[in-house]
């Protein structure tokens, strides 16, 4: 079965791609009747060497996402994983002889097709009389013995295309150029990573890949690799990554050693998320600063994918400092990432975080009967959502992502570590604004911060007085922060169902002669009823309200939560004889 695409025509999907880019750069154009992408000030290159590259479509942003001042003068792009036509690539080179250059350089991978097509156009332009000169970059670290056709030209290219570029806007001569990049090309390597292929449009992925399996050192064209290895963690894949470029025993190994500078790509093949990208990221960070690597210079995000397949690709570059100078110079062209011009290694990552304020002088600890009491409510409360976690995730599957048991575990367990650490404080209102803090640190999500919302404002009534007035009005500030920053209403269908029709019977806690416990049944039982009723209830807020209301037959898992806290709280008061 082909896979889907978002394109007009798969024969056109190349010409359309590269006319969007255009459309939206105002410092390209097309050349005429040719898949060729040239930058809008031509006419200011006059003197100096024009600088062209290119290969298959799929690469995106390679290659003309890297046009622009201080990098390419132009791209030839052919049909997807196609090399581009000679005639194509023959005009490109006569635009920009005629816009008064004094040579180009060709910038090419080595793939059998685009070392044939571009050294042709080459030739003739050389019999028309115009200089030009061609670089072929294999900067593929997968194979262990050279293969006859060489290393491919890999995600490295796009640094050789940042050195050329510096180069020919300084001024630099033709031959010179070409000197220098053919030396920078072979201080570097790339080797890449996919957990599956990637499909031309209106084509079959070209390899398949079990689930435990990772595919290692494959091209950009969705060929296969050297090998296949088993599903790992991102630090074992990154480390193997590493240990396979660098070895001395790999004939096409980056000689990197400890004390060794280098300019690290991490490059997305076109279909990771931004999170693994980052982990990735990370752990190749840590693992080259672990043995003893400079890294100069981090280059992350997508520079030259494979479509959409679901892999990373790592470059290593050996530089000394007028080699960084080079990498750091300005350049217009839209894929080339701003880079801070600051060494990695060696910059302080973490800052302190601020000091918690100072609790009242007059705090004091809990002792005795109260002390037993306040954690033997807390410890209850914690055992009730841990015995609850896969009910409430089932309950939040039908109308969430399943993960409301497992948030209230989360709670639970940093409240059990938490009382482990020692006793809580006395105060009722600095007890609730430590369990506020601590369940927005690690409770997380939306219910994390409603929590500790509610928490937060219903210290504030406690601070003065904590007889059942004081505790009433603590009720109705939790409710009251929690509708104006979460938006939700009594009826939406949310944990504030429970609080509500809860603190609605905690009203009578104002009246002289209240009692505790008589109050505090008819308030659990209200907020169990209510947690009942939410199942009933078409959602107006949270993920549930983008769900249709006849797929909600269950209770709201939020609901029945605060409802089993509440009725904990009140049993192990109960208990006690409060």
């Known amino acids: ?61 390679a290659h003309a996402g890297f046009i622009g001042k201080g990098m390419l003068t132009g791209v030839i792009a052919g049909a997807v994983f196609t090399s581009p036509a000679v005639g194509s690539i023959l005009a490109a080179i006569r635009a920009v002889a005629q816009a008064g250059t004094v040579g180009t350089l060709l910038i090419v991978k080595n793939y059998t097709g685009d070392r044939l097509n571009f050294g042709l156009a080459r030739e003739q332009a050389q019999a028309e009389g115009i200089p030009v000169e061609m670089v072929v970059i294999g900067d593929d670290s997968a194979f262990t013995v050279l293969k006859k056709a060489g290393r491919r030209g ?17 001024g630099v001569g033709l031959e010179e150029i070409t000197n220098r990049v053919s030396v920078v090309a072979k201080a570097m390597g790339t080797l890449g990573v996919s957990l599956s292929s990637c499909s031309v449009p209106g084509s079959r992925p070209t390899f398949e890949l079990s689930q435990d399996e990772v595919e290692l050192g494959l091209g950009i064209h969705g060929e296969a690799g050297v090998c296949r290895i088993k599903m790992a963690s991102a630090n074992e894949i990154v480390t193997l990554m590493l240990d396979h470029m660098t070895a001395s025993s790999n004939v096409s190994h980056v000689p990197v050693q400890s004390g060794s500078s280098v300019v690290l790509m991490v490059n997305n093949l076109g279909g990771l998320s931004f999170l693994e990208v980052g982990i990735i990221a990370d752990a190749a960070v840590r693992t080259l600063e672990g043995r003893g690597v ?17 892999g990373i690709s790592l470059t290593l570059l050996l530089v000394d400092e007028p080699l960084l100078k080079l990498i750091d110079a300005e350049t217009t062209a839209s894929a080339w990432p701003n880079v801070a011009k600051v060494s990695v290694t060696g910059r302080k990552r973490t800052r302190a975080a601020p000091a918690e304020p100072l609790e009242a002088p007059n705090s004091t600890v809990a002792e005795g009967l109260a002390l037993k009491r306040v954690v033997l409510v807390m410890e209850r409360v914690c055992t009730t959502l841990l015995g609850l976690e896969e009910h409430l995730n089932a309950l939040d599957r039908a109308a969430g992502d399943g ?26 209102a600095q007890l609730l604004s430590r369990l506020s803090l601590l369940l927005l640190e690690k409770m997380g999500g939306s219910s994390g911060a409603l929590y500790g919302l509610f928490l937060t404002a219903a210290a504030q009534p406690l601070k003065a007085k904590t007889d059942l007035p004081a505790w009433s009005a603590a009720m109705d500030a939790g409710l009251e922060a929690m509708q104006k920053y979460g938006k939700a209403a009594p009826g939406d269908r949310t944990m504030l169902d429970s609080l509500w029709a809860a603190g609605q019977e905690l009203q009578a806690w104002k009246n002289p002669g209240a009692n505790l416990f008589q109050v505090l049944t008819k308030a659990v039982q209200s907020a169990e009823a209510a947690a009942q009723a939410t ?7 949270g993920r549930a309200s983008y769900i249709s209301s006849a797929k909600l037959d269950q209770p709201d898992p939020g609901a029945v939560a605060v409802a089993a806290i509440l009725r904990t709280i009140l049993e192990v008061l109960q208990s006690q004889g409060v």
């Open 403 to 428: 993960d409301c048991g497992t948030t209230h575990s989360r709670a639970a367990r940093a409240i059990q570590g938490w009382l482990k650490e020692g006793p809580p404080p006395a105060s009722p």
């Open 154 to 170: 890999l995600c490295g290219t796009v640094l050789i295309h940042k050195v050329a570029g510096a180069l020919a806007e300084a």
């Open 294 to 310: 400079k890294i100069a210079r981090a280059l992350v995000g997508t520079f030259m994918s494979a479509l959409e397949m679901p």
């Open 535 to 541: 199942k009933n209830m078409e959602a107006g807020a």
């Open 1 to 61: 079965m082909n896979s889907k695409k978002l394109v007009n025509t798969v024969a056109g999907c190349a010409d359309d791609a590269l006319a969007g880019l255009v459309a939206c750069n105002p410092n390209l154009q097309l050349l005429q009747g040719h898949r060729v992408a040239l930058r809008s000030d031509l006419d200011s290159l006059k003197g100096r060497v024009a600088l062209l590259s290119g290969g298959g479509s799929g690469h995106e942003p």
